[in-house]
């Protein structure tokens, strides 16, 4: 309080001299601005156009995350403004951990797949499409849109208790995902997603209320185009079987290897805990390795391959996928 009041106290003899010191200042601003044209006038035709050309790339360049580490940059990573073009598509499938970066301002992806999973007397198989996932990058480079729409197609144990099959759209998701910072030495290029379901599944498919969530994605590119590592750790809203809402947390850990300059392969260890359920079948945590495969025909478009197995009883036995990704 003493502080402010001294500031006002100041004010008040400044906005009495008014006029005095708005004329000074403008005085002297129109001298400084004709100093500045004259020195431009003398200055050779090729010198002002790399000024004019330089002060046009500082008006272009646009902040690429919403953070930045207090370290220097040691190298010149493939996320800074302008290499968005020859940096390939980095999609969000198929591994649990999503990309750590946003799409980029202007930008599109369309991911989609298959994946087909079983698990012993539980149900006897479920087919799970079309995995769709639309991210639209708008109002800044660190900003991103997401829409995900999937259908399931479930065939439960006769006798289990549970309806024969369970058929349908499951609920509209939808979220945003926030480029927090881009990875310099041993930091992190690091994103944050929210989002939440909508209420509009089918009947024996929805939650029928709306499940809030976020997710910490993270990345290293430890090896330069060779070795890379990712990570997530979530927490969404889900319902149990007894129709009462709980928190599925989730952490997931990926590595990621260039075996050529157009095929990546990854293994990753998935780990979900139930927290707050009541249901005796979602009460325990589910353990999982997975693995797969990503080709890249463009720095567009990316086809992906993966399988994994439950590595405890509570988990799916065993699961098997594919999909895709464009960008536009």
Same mark, same amino acid.
């Given at each position: ?103 980029? #301002? ?85 994103? #944050? ?136």
């Amino acid at each position: 309080m003493v502080r402010a009041g001294s500031i006002f106290l100041v004010l008040i003899p400044t906005a009495a001299m008014g006029c005095a010191s708005i004329t000074w200042n403008s005085t002297n601003a129109r001298n400084r601005l004709d100093q500045s044209e004259e020195i431009q006038s003398e200055l050779p035709s090729d010198r002002k156009d790399v000024d004019q050309k330089s002060d046009s790339e500082k008006e272009e360049k646009t902040p690429k995350t919403l953070l930045e580490w207090a370290i220097p940059a040691t190298e010149k990573n493939g996320n800074n403004n302008g290499d968005e073009e020859e940096k390939r598509i980095d999609c969000d499938r198929p591994h649990l951990p999503e990309a750590a970066s946003t799409v980029g #301002l202007g930008r599109a992806i369309l991911e989609s797949g298959y994946t087909y999973t079983s698990k012993g007397p539980a149900f006897l198989h479920q087919h799970s499409y079309p995995e769709a996932l639309l991210r639209i990058g708008m109002l800044a480079e660190w900003f991103e849109l997401r829409i995900t729409q999937n259908f399931i197609n479930q065939r439960n144990v006769p006798g289990s208790g549970e309806p024969a099959s369970i058929n349908g759209a499951q609920d509209l998701v939808l979220g945003v995902k926030l480029g927090l910072t881009e990875q310099k030495q041993y930091m992190p290029e690091m994103a #944050l997603i929210l989002q939440m379901t909508v209420p509009s599944g089918s009947s024996n498919a929805s939650n029928d209320t709306v499940l809030p969530g976020v997710n910490l994605d993270m990345g290293w590119e430890i090896i330069k185009n060779c070795f890379g590592m990712e990570t997530v750790t979530s927490a969404n809203g889900a319902r149990d079987d007894a129709n009462h809402t709980y928190v599925n947390f989730a952490q997931g850990i990926t590595a990621v290897v260039d075996l050529t300059s157009k095929l990546q392969g990854f293994t990753e260890y998935d780990l979900f805990v139930p927290i707050g359920a009541i249901s005796p079948e979602a009460t325990h945590p589910q353990h999982y390795l997975v693995g797969g495969f990503m080709y890249y025909p463009n720095n567009n478009v990316e086809l992906d391959i993966r399988a994994g197995v439950g590595l405890n009883d509570h988990a799916n036995d065993f699961l098997v996928g594919s999909g895709f990704g464009v960008r536009y």
